[in-house]
Structures are given as structure tokens and as C-alpha cells.
């Protein structure tokens, strides 16, 4: 099956996402997670991508689509993969359907988690994300309080704030997602594979809406 995920920042696309990967036993593709892993290891790739991404602005659709193209053919991906920040605007989703054309696939359902603006700026401002990429739990200050201080409850390593998790790059984050990224709902709508979910409630309740919408 090869889904994407897509919605706002701190809609919850890492977090279903790998609620999703556990049950389908496919890999998540995190554009955001590589770029992150790319910055951490100091690569040409990770610099350029640093600018960016602490402005809060989108790392231009060549680097992007260079990457996931890469990925894409690597040989976890032939039973399918659950896309987590990508396609961010109308050029990468055209790009992704070059790419899936060339390998002869197709994408199964296009998951759009709804929150609105409010909601986000407060989750994500107070957002506490795990160092450790292989877990990527995350916690909140208040609504999610981890049990021992800047601890993960899941794996124990330390928790961080992301350096765009601040507010004034939480903004422009939410305002490139309305003007560059939700076109693509339009987009897949056309082709009727938009599968719409109410993000705002519980994990699990968000889980549960979405494997009604896949029916898996
Ligand atoms: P995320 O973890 O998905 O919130 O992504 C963090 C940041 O990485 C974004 O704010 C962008 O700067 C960059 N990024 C991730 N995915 C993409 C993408 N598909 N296109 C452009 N920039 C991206």
C-alpha cells in the first residue's frame, strides 16, 4: 500500500505515521526525519537544508524530490510505504507521479489529518520530540507531560524542542502549509483518493479514524 500523509505542522503526520508502519509493516518515509538526519551528520545536503528549515520555509523542490526519489527505490519500498511530508506542493506531487509511473505503482490513499490553526500553534510550542530518530516519540509541557523530567517515557533518551517549534517559525510554517501544501488536496481529490480525518481528537481516536478511512 502507498499512502502520504498530509496536513499542517503538528497535525500528528510522524505520530500516525508510525502507528501506521507498525500495523502495515511498511517503511515511513520522513522528509523532515532525513533532512534532520542530514543536519545532525553535517552533510552538503543537511547545511543547505538547515537554512531553510529554520526559517521555517520549504528546502527547494530539488533537493526534496532528489531525496525521495533515492529512497524510493530502495528495496524496503516495493511493498509499499506511508509518505510523511511529502509531497509539500504541486511540483513534488508531479514529480511523485513521474516516479511512480517509471516504477509502474501507484499511490493507494492520500490521508489528510484536519486541525485547525489554534490547535497548532499551542501543540507545537509546547511540543517535546526524542532525540532518539529511531523512537521519535513526543511529549507536550502540559497535555503529555513525560514521567521523568526531559526524559522520553518510551526509550529514555533526552527530549529536545526543535529549533522550529518556536512560535514566530510556527507561523510561517502553517502559512506555507495553506498556501503551497493544501493545494495538493484538490489535487488528489480529483483522482478520489483523499481520505479526509479529524485530527483533533486523541492519538488513538486519530488511529482509529484512519484505519476506517484506509480500512487497514
Ligand atoms: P517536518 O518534520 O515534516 O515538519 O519538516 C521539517 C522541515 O523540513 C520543514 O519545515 C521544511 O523546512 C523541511 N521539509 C520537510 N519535508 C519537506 C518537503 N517535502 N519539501 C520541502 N521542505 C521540506
Redesign the pocket.
Known amino acids: 500500500m502507498n499512502i502520504i500523509l498530509i496536513g499542517p505542522?503538528g497535525a500528528g503526520?510522524?505520530t500516525q505515521a508510525k502507528r501506521m508502519i507498525d500495523r502495515l509493516g511498511v517503511p515511513q518515509i520522513?522528509?523532515?526525519?532525513m533532512?534532520?538526519a542530514a543536519v545532525k551528520e553535517g552533510t552538503p545536503m543537511g547545511l543547505k537544508?538547515k537554512e531553510?528549515?529554520d526559517k521555517?520555509?520549504?528546502?527547494?523542490?530539488e533537493?526534496?524530490i532528489g531525496v525521495?526519489d533515492e529512497r524510493l527505490k530502495k528495496d524496503d519500498c516495493k511493498k509499499g510505504y506511508v509518505l510523511?511530508?511529502?509531497?509539500?506542493?504541486l511540483d513534488?506531487a508531479k514529480a511523485l507521479d513521474e516516479m511512480l509511473a517509471k516504477s509502474g505503482s501507484k499511490l493507494d490513499h492520500v490521508v489528510v489529518i484536519d486541525v485547525p490553526d489554534d490547535f497548532l500553534v499551542s501543540r507545537l510550542t509546547g511540543r517535546l520530540t526524542c532525540k532518539n530518530s529511531a523512537c521519535g516519540n513526543m511529549h507536550h509541557i502540559e497535555t503529555y507531560k513525560p514521567k521523568v523530567a526531559g526524559k522520553c517515557d518510551k526509550c529514555g533518551s533526552d527530549l529536545y524542542t526543535?529549533d522550529?517549534d518556536k512560535e514566530e517559525t510556527i507561523r510561517q510554517?502553517l502559512t506555507?502549509y495553506h498556501k503551497q501544501t493544501s493545494p495538493l488536496i484538490d489535487y488528489y481529490g480529483a483522482k478520489g483518493i483523499v481520505r479526509k480525518v479529524d485530527g483533533t481528537g486523541t492519538m488513538q481516536q486519530v488511529e482509529a479514524a484512519i484505519t476506517q478511512a484506509i480500512g487497514a
Open positions: 505542522p503526520k510522524g520522513s522528509t523532515g526525519d533532512f534532520r537544508a531553510y528549515m521555517g520555509a520549504l528546502v527547494p523542490d533537493v526534496v525521495v510523511d511530508g511529502f509531497p509539500r506542493s513534488q526543535r522550529d510554517r506555507n
